[in-house]
């Protein structure tokens, strides 16, 4: 079973810039696609961007595309997430999480995967 474990969350200033980082202990995470999610109050769930196991297929949700970039460290067993020109609107709980078998169709499903960590608080301030 994977742990998966977020960091870099923070108080930032509108246009600034963050990188959350995606850690996992118990299995490598070579072979999983990561996906990272986010959770406004009073919303659902939402896909921001995602990684396929190889590093060759990154998926992203068109309101962060161009600002954000997802990348893996296999050996550092790692998932970060770069985030720049923050927005108001990016305020949000990050979630990472990790599958074995999601399909590139399924990719924005948060249903598609099984391990999630617990959340990083992310307020972009205006």
């Known amino acids: 079973q994977v742990q998966l474990v977020e960091s870099g969350g923070g108080l930032v200033q509108v246009g600034g810039s963050l990188r959350l980082s995606c850690a996992a202990s118990?299995?490598?995470?070579?072979?999983?696609?990561i996906g990272w999610f986010r959770q406004a109050p009073g919303k659902e769930r939402e896909f921001v961007a995602a990684?396929?196991?190889?590093?060759?297929?990154?998926v992203y949700a068109d309101s962060v595309k161009g600002r954000f970039t997802i990348s893996r460290d296999n050996a550092k067993n790692t998932v970060d997430l770069q985030m720049n020109s923050l927005k108001p609107d990016d305020t949000a709980v990050y979630y990472c999480?990790?599958?074995?078998?999601?399909?590139?169709?399924?990719?924005?499903?948060?249903?598609?995967?099984?391990?999630w960590g617990q959340g990083t608080q992310v307020t972009v301030s205006s």
């Open positions: 990684i396929r196991w190889n590093s060759r297929t990154t």
């Open positions: 999480a990790g599958d074995t078998g999601v399909i590139l169709s399924n990719i924005r499903n948060h249903a598609a995967y099984d391990y």
């Open positions: 118990g299995r490598t995470l070579r072979d999983h696609t």
